[in-house]
């Protein structure tokens, strides 16, 4: 349960993972997901320079935001209720839960009026589990066009939790599923730039990896199984 060890060990293999599928490692982020993690454990990985950390819910986040240092750069990666949106900017720097119309609006009145530009992956439910948020693959490109017209958010790629599977493999066709759907957006939205693609956790990251993952949202295989 040695957080630095978790982190020197994954660091690791996210390279070999990386050169196996031919790419570069230094392209890949690692965001050490810190949801029900003690701030003191957090310290270590920032410590180790783990400086990426994502949180699911917005009172824990605004709880750690204020207790750790200003160099964290946090990524709010849960569903969002609109009327939290205000507690949130101006803290995060990315935010991968962009999965209906109504926080889009929202984001972007609230970019407005802290005169700032916020930065979003839109959130795809790729296997269209009823348990997920997310657009479905098929409105995704119409959901982004629009996007692009609010001029303080901008769409910076998309996001999928896969559905859990004791086999990685099976849930590679989600992966790539996600990577199609960002290629399409580019090929169809003038003035959109998909440059994230955030998927893959502790169970299923190296198959998103081969998969062209760049952000890795990775709990557990960081700090240990969570108890609740
Ligand atoms: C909890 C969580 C993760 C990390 O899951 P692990 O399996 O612990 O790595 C990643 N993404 C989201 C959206 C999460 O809520």
């Known amino acids: 349960m040695d957080v630095v060890n978790n ?18 490692p230094g392209e890949i982020k690692l965001v050490a997901v810190t949801k029900t993690v003690p701030v003191e454990r957090i310290r270590e990985a920032l410590a180790f320079g783990a400086n990426r950390l994502g949180e699911n819910r917005v009172q824990e ?32 720097n990315l ?22 530009v916020v930065k979003v992956l839109v959130q795809v439910n790729v296997a269209g589990e009823k348990s997920k948020y997310g657009l479905a693959p098929s409105e995704t490109v119409d959901f982004v066009a629009s996007a692009v017209g609010l001029a303080r ?36 939205v003038t003035g959109s730039k998909m440059d994230y693609l955030s998927m893959g956790m502790s169970g299923d990251w190296e198959v998103a990896v081969e998969e062209g993952a760049n952000i890795l ?12």
């Open 7 to 24: 982190l020197r060990r994954l660091q690791a293999r996210i390279v070999t993972a990386a050169r196996r599928a031919g790419r570069n």
């Open 61 to 92: 986040f605004l709880n750690k935001y204020q207790q750790l240092p200003p160099e964290v750069e946090w990524h709010f990666i849960g569903h969002l209720q609109t009327n939290k949106v205000n507690k949130i900017i101006g803290k995060v």
């Open 95 to 116: 935010i991968h839960s962009l999965d209906r119309w109504e926080l889009a609006e929202e984001l972007h009145r609230a970019a407005i009026k802290g005169g700032q």
């Open 153 to 188: 958010l901008s769409v910076e790629g998309l996001m999928t939790i896969a559905p859990w599977s004791a086999n990685p493999e099976e849930v590679r066709p989600v992966f790539r599923q996600l990577k199609d759907i960002a290629r399409k957006v580019e090929d169809r």
């Open 217 to 228: 949202r990775i709990g557990t295989a960081v700090f240990g199984e969570r108890d609740v």
